[in-house]
Nanobody, 115 residues
Framework: QVQLVESGGGLVQPGGSLRLSCAAS????????ISWYRQAPGKQRELVAA???????NYADSVNARFTISRDNAKNTVYLQMNSLKSEDTAVYYC?????????WGQGTQVAVSS
């Protein structure tokens, strides 16, 4: 079955960095587009970054130039490098993929940016 497992969240001070990982299984990873979403308390889930099977990327305006999404097909893993973190980046971060028309989500990893 399709599984997505996020890790790497935690508490960081403003201006700091974190790298999130999304380990995938149950589908042909190298052929799949993978996205990172986030959901802050009281807000809707929003797209943060996405990467296609060919490595093309796109970002939300709010994270462009601070976050970098990448993939390692040998490890079936997608990464989200987050730099210059701000308090407004505080959220639960989820990875997502679509397989045979079905959208799959991981359990999420909490990121808290606070001094």
């Amino acid at each position: 079955q399709v599984q997505l497992v996020e890790s790497g969240g935690g508490l960081v001070q403003p201006g700091g960095s974190l790298r999130l990982s999304c380990a995938a299984s149950g589908f042909i990873f190298s052929s799949a587009a993978i996205s990172w979403y986030r959901q802050a308390p009281g807000k809707q889930r929003e797209l943060v970054a996405a990467i296609t099977s060919g490595g093309s990327t796109n970002y939300a305006d709010s994270v462009n130039a601070r976050f970098t999404i990448s993939r390692d097909n040998a490890k079936n893993t997608v990464y989200l490098q987050m730099n210059s973190l701000k308090s407004e980046d505080t959220a639960v971060y989820y990875c997502n993929t679509r397989f045979v028309g079905i959208s799959y989500w991981g359990q999420g990893t909490q990121v808290a940016v606070s001094s």
